[in-house]
């Protein structure tokens, strides 16, 4: 008997399966919860090649989640998360000139000839 299950933090709904090898539920929910927040943050939390290289412990007559439907999203997560690698979105601003030479802003090092 398939039933659906849905995990309110992960946002995702994969059929299920009791009877036909799936996919370990809680790992499935905690991984997935982890890279679609990665991608709508843009934090760079979970990488493309995290989600190629995860791998779940398979089940059999105890619910799980059906592999090809969790294969596919996690397919779509690595397109994503590829073409936000790809656009180098920053997770924060960049220092500013006189900060990345470890100077304070607005310092005189500069005028002072410490710089």
């Given amino acids: 008997m398939d039933s659906s299950t849905y995990d309110p933090q992960a946002g995702t709904r994969f059929p299920t399966t009791k009877l036909l090898e ?54 779509r997560l690595v397109e994503q998360l590829t073409a936000i690698e790809a656009a180098g979105t920053p997770t924060s601003p960049a220092p500013a000139p006189a900060e990345a030479a470890g100077h304070c802003p607005g310092c005189r090092c500069a005028e002072l000839g410490l710089a």
Avoid: I, K
């Fill in 22 to 75: 799936g996919y370990e539920v809680a790992a499935v929910d905690q991984f997935v919860a982890r890279a679609d927040r990665a991608v709508s943050m843009r934090d760079g939390s979970v990488t493309a090649r995290e989600v190629e290289q995860v791998r779940f412990s398979p089940v059999r007559f105890r619910t799980g989640y059906q592999m090809d439907d969790v294969d596919n999203h996690l397919a």
